[in-house]
C-alpha cells in the first residue's frame, strides 16, 4: 500500500482518480488551494488539506506540501491539475522527501505553450498544424498570409478550455480584432484551421514508455471546449504519433492531446495538457491505470486498456449543455443513451458527498468569476494557472 498526495482534487477526474487509488487499497490525502473541493468529501479520501494558492503564493504552498509530505510519509505526489507547473518548478524542494509523479516546468512547457508544442512536434517530424506567433496586432496580417487556407485559428499561447480561442475566417478578422490583444508577455498564436473531427487522447509514461492510453472523442461540451461526455475508440496513427513523442522526450509522467482527424486519416495535434484530462475517467475502472502510476508497469496492450465504445459522462452539465446544443433526432438518442447507460464521473452510489459538495464548489467558483469579471470556466483554475511565468 503506497501513501499517495493528490493534488488539483477540486476536479471530477482527480475524485474518480482518488477513488480508484482506494480500490487498489492505497491511502489517499486530498490537497487543494479551493475550498471547498469536490473530493473533500469523498469517503475514499484518508486527510484533507487546504493550502495556499500555488499561483500567488507558491513558497508557501511548497513549503505546505513538504510538511505534509513529512508529517503523514507520504510515498508518491501525483499532481492532476494545473499545480503541476508550479509544483514542476519546485522539484528541486520537494524530491529530497518524495516521488513526484511529473517532469520539471521548462520541459511541460514545451508541450503547455501551445506556440512551442507546435514546434516541438515539428522537429520530432509529428503532424501540427502550422502556427505562427505574434506579439502585437501590426504583425497580424504577415502572419495570416503564411497560414493556408482561408480560416484559422487564433488563441493565447497560455490558455484552457478554448476561453478566448477564436475560429473564423480570414475575411472576418477586422470584427473581431478588439477580442486579439497579443503583447510581449501574452503572445498570441495563429494557426491553420485543420478541417476535419476532433478527438482526443490521455496517456501515462514513464522514461519515454506508454504504459496505459485512451483515445475518445467527446459529443457534448461546456462551452466551447470542455467535454462533459466521454466515448473511447481506436486509432492506430494516433497511437503512434503518442509513442513517438514519448519515446523521443523521454516523458514521464501524463499526456493529453486534442487532434483532428482530416478527411484523409492524419491526425494533426492542435494542442497538449501534460496532466490529468477526462480521458482518465475512461481508465479510472481498469487496475491498469492504478499501476501505470503506481508502480510503472504496464500491459501487454496498454493501448487497449478500456473498450471500444466505454463511456464516461459528467451527467449534471451533460443534462444542460446537452438539451442547449442538440442538433438532430440523432443526436437526441444519442445523449439519451449517455444520460442512461455511461458511467457517471461524479455520482457514485458508495461514495454520495461529493455529488452535493461539487455544488457549493461551483457556486464559489462562479461568484468569483462575476467578482473577478472573467468566463466561469476561467474562474475554476484563476488560483492554479500557470502562464509562463518563469519558464
Known amino acids: 500500500m503506497a501513501t499517495v498526495i493528490v ?17 487498489e487499497g492505497h491511502r489517499v490525502i486530498a490537497v487543494e488551494s479551493a475550498n471547498p473541493f469536490v473530493a473533500e468529501t469523498s469517503n475514499c479520501v484518508d486527510r484533507v488539506y487546504h493550502v495556499p494558492s500555488p499561483r500567488f503564493k507558491r513558497q508557501e504552498f511548497v513549503s505546505s506540501l513538504i510538511k505534509i509530505i513529512r508529517d503523514e510519509k507520504v510515498d508518491l505526489l501525483v499532481p492532476t491539475c494545473e499545480e503541476i507547473f508550479h509544483i514542476g518548478e519546485s522539484l528541486d524542494e520537494l524530491r529530497p522527501h518524495v516521488e513526484v ?47 493556408p487556407g482561408d ?4 488563441k493565447p499561447e497560455y490558455s484552457r478550455f478554448a476561453a478566448k480561442t477564436l475560429v473564423i475566417a480570414k475575411s472576418d478578422i477586422g470584427e473581431h480584432l478588439k477580442d486579439i490583444t497579443p503583447s510581449q508577455t501574452q503572445k498570441w498564436v495563429v494557426q491553420q484551421c485543420v478541417v476535419g473531427h476532433e478527438v ?11 504504459l496505459a492510453s485512451v483515445i475518445y472523442h467527446h459529443e457534448f461540451t461546456a462551452g466551447q471546449g470542455a467535454g462533459v461526455s466521454f466515448e473511447t475508440i481506436r486509432f492506430k496513427a494516433i497511437d503512434q504519433w503518442i509513442t513517438t513523442l514519448s519515446e523521443k522526450m523521454n516523458f514521464t509522467g501524463q499526456l493529453a492531446f486534442d487532434f483532428i482527424i482530416d478527411d484523409s486519416g492524419i491526425p494533426y495535434a492542435i494542442e497538449c495538457n501534460p496532466r490529468m484530462t477526462s480521458g482518465a475517467h475512461l481508465l479510472s475502472e481498469t487496475k491498469s491505470f492504478i499501476d501505470s502510476i503506481i508502480t510503472k508497469t504496464a500491459t501487454p496492450s496498454p493501448f487497449e486498456c478500456a473498450p471500444v465504445g466505454y463511456a464516461a459522462a459528467l451527467k449534471i452539465p451533460l443534462l444542460i449543455h446537452g438539451l442547449m446544443k442538440m442538433k438532430s433526432l440523432k443526436q437526441f438518442f444519442y445523449w439519451l443513451r449517455l444520460m442512461i447507460f455511461s458511467k457517471d464521473a461524479v455520482f457514485s452510489a458508495r461514495d454520495v458527498r461529493p455529488t452535493l459538495t461539487q455544488f457549493t464548489m461551483y457556486w464559489k467558483f462562479y461568484k468569483l468569476s462575476r467578482e473577478r469579471k472573467i468566463k466561469d470556466s476561467e474562474a475554476i483554475t484563476f488560483d492554479i494557472e500557470w502562464n509562463g511565468n518563469s519558464a
Open 101 to 147: 509523479f511529473c517532469e520539471p516546468t521548462e520541459k511541460l512547457n514545451l508541450l503547455h505553450n501551445k506556440f512551442k508544442f507546435t514546434k516541438t512536434c515539428e522537429e520530432m517530424g509529428l503532424t501540427v498544424p502550422k502556427s505562427v506567433v505574434i506579439t502585437s496586432l501590426s504583425e497580424l496580417n504577415q502572419a495570416l498570409a503564411s497560414i
Open 151 to 154: 480560416r484559422i485559428v487564433l
Open 200 to 210: 482526443c487522447s490521455y496517456s501515462v509514461a514513464f522514461k519515454g514508455k506508454v
Open 7 to 23: 493534488t488539483g482534487s477540486r476536479a471530477p477526474v482527480a475524485l474518480d482518480f482518488i477513488r480508484a487509488l482506494k480500490r
